[in-house]
């Protein structure tokens, strides 16, 4: 079973609204991270957040963990047509450092 | 600064011809090295992830296999694909807390 299971799967919203997808997971965690991809390439690393903290801020991104509740969210405010992609979270399950991915949110925005 | 190569970009292969993916990563030494598959709209599986020269530790059963037979050097390989192996490839490495990507390999069995 996969340790990040994100939600919605897919979300469609227009340009300037903010988009909202959570992550939940199952086993305790150091960190959770948040991806994006590209349709076809490879996934870019965006944003990542300590167990011990509760929200984080990069630019339009804003991600909150919930530790009790083994959750995570990602927000993009003023989403633009860019920020069209897939959103996946992944966390780090065991002292080697093995990222697991969760299933993604495809996010289109629309202009 | 540390880049990752992977190729070939894309592959045409007939069922029951071999494989063999490459990665390889520059600008660090004793990374830690991942196969994903990813099918189309879905999330990223785990196939193989080692730790060192020779140590591949093997999430998934099937009929695939890695080896590391350098440093920075992983390789995905097959005897025989089948129509099930199609899909995207992703080799990654990892740096304490952030995993930095290929490019994939979009693999098509026929």
């Known amino acids: 079973s996969q340790q990040g299971e994100e939600d919605p799967q897919a979300l469609s919203i227009q340009e300037g609204e903010n988009a909202t997808m959570n992550c939940s997971y199952k086993?305790?965690?150091?960190?959770l991270q948040w991806y994006r991809q590209n349709s076809g390439r490879g996934l870019v690393h965006l944003i990542l957040?300590?167990?011990?903290?509760r929200e984080k801020h990069s630019g339009r991104l804003r991600v909150t963990l919930d530790t009790s509740k083994k959750s995570s969210s990602l927000l993009i405010t003023a989403s633009r047509a860019a920020d069209t992609a897939s959103y996946f979270c992944?966390?780090?399950?065991?002292?080697?450092?093995?990222?697991?991915f969760g299933a993604g949110t495809q996010v289109v925005v629309t202009p | 600064s540390q880049t990752i190569h992977q190729w070939p970009a894309t592959l045409v292969q007939p069922v029951g011809s071999p494989l063999s993916l490459e990665c390889t990563v520059e600008?660090?030494?004793?990374?830690?090295l991942y196969w994903y598959r990813q099918a189309a709209g879905r999330g990223l599986q785990l196939l193989f992830y080692?730790?060192?020269?020779?140590?591949i530790s093997s999430e998934v059963p099937q009929n695939l296999s890695a080896s590391r037979p350098q440093d920075r050097q992983f390789i995905l390989s097959s005897k025989k694909l089948l129509l099930s192996d199609s899909g995207f490839y992703l080799c990654a490495w990892t740096r304490n807390t952030e995993a930095f990507f290929g490019q994939g390999t979009r693999l098509t069995v026929v």
């Open positions: 992944a966390t780090v399950t065991d002292s080697w450092g093995k990222f697991q």
């Open positions: 600008g660090t030494s004793n990374p830690n």
């Open positions: 080692s730790v060192g020269i020779g140590q």
């Open positions: 957040i300590r167990s011990n903290e």
């Open positions: 086993t305790s965690i150091n960190n």
